[in-house]
């Protein structure tokens, strides 16, 4: 398999015109393909009837995993009908404990790309989850991609399918499902935080702070953030579930998080 920056070069000469929109064309070439066949090997951790779990081939770090689905035509994240986004991305939550649990790492990132602009490698919808330490360095992790060496790659694949098959939700830092003790720590150092019923957006959701809304439905919100990234790019967004159980993802391109 190619390395990402010659995978990405080779797709914009053939597809020009997917470089120039920010919804991609589909790429009947891609690499995810024959691994969804069955024709080319990978680590993969996650199979279910809608999705393909694995660790990615170039990862920014040791558990880097993407999910894709098994569905065929979504380039990216714009393509995927609610349907479909509800049968491959239910296992997101999965996944994530999995890799903190198999990592002990102290944050996990969903991190998801689309388009060239946005550094999205492969048109073949990727969801990225990769474990975050205390200090790190995304844009070094990001430059210093290299293939993990295959036993290595392996060690770490069975570990998050174990972390799978337990699937007790553990806190993040440590596994008691793995064997391993689950270290002291302060509630807020752990990447699975304690929910905070004093959030902002509660607030926002209840109608006693102003924001700029930009979706609401029966579940959900949507409203520009407060404290955009600066940047060339249209301003991001926030949005946060009606039912607040659930952190508030901030959708933005991978680029402009690093500005």
């Not at 790309?113 to 073949?124: C, L, S, T, V």
Request: proline share 11%; hydrophobic share 40%; with cysteine.
């Amino acid at each position: 398999m190619p390395d990402p920056p010659r995978r990405v070069a080779a797709f914009e000469k053939e597809n020009p015109a997917a470089v120039d929109s920010p919804r991609p064309q589909y790429d009947r070439g891609n690499d995810f393909l024959p691994i969804l066949t069955g024709d080319a090997p990978a680590h993969v951790v996650l199979d279910s009837e809608h999705a393909l779990g694995l660790l990615d081939a170039f990862p920014y770090c040791p558990g880097h995993c993407i999910l894709v689905p098994k569905a065929r035509g979504y380039a990216s994240m714009l393509d995927l009908p609610e349907e479909a986004a509800a049968e491959v991305l239910r296992e997101v939550p999965r996944l994530a404990r999995a890799v903190a649990a198999a990592m002990a790492c102290d944050g996990v990132n969903v991190w998801q790309n689309n388009g060239p602009a946005a550094r999205q490698e492969i048109f073949h919808l990727p969801v990225h989850v990769f474990p975050r330490s205390h200090g790190d360095d995304i844009g070094a992790m990001m430059a210093g991609r290299q293939p993990l060496p295959a036993q290595q790659a392996e060690e770490t694949a069975a570990r998050i399918r174990e972390a799978l098959a337990a699937d007790e939700e553990p806190a993040l830092g440590g596994s008691e499902a793995l064997g391993g003790p689950r270290p002291e720590r302060a509630e807020v150092d752990r990447p699975r935080p304690q929910y905070d019923p004093g959030n902002v957006f509660l607030k926002i959701i209840s109608g006693d702070a102003p924001s700029y809304q930009v979706l609401e439905t029966e579940h959900a919100l949507g409203f520009l953030d407060a404290f955009p990234v600066r940047t060339k790019q249209p301003p991001s967004f926030q949005f946060s579930p009606r039912a607040c159980v659930a952190a508030c993802v901030r959708m933005m391109a991978s680029e402009c998080a690093l500005q």
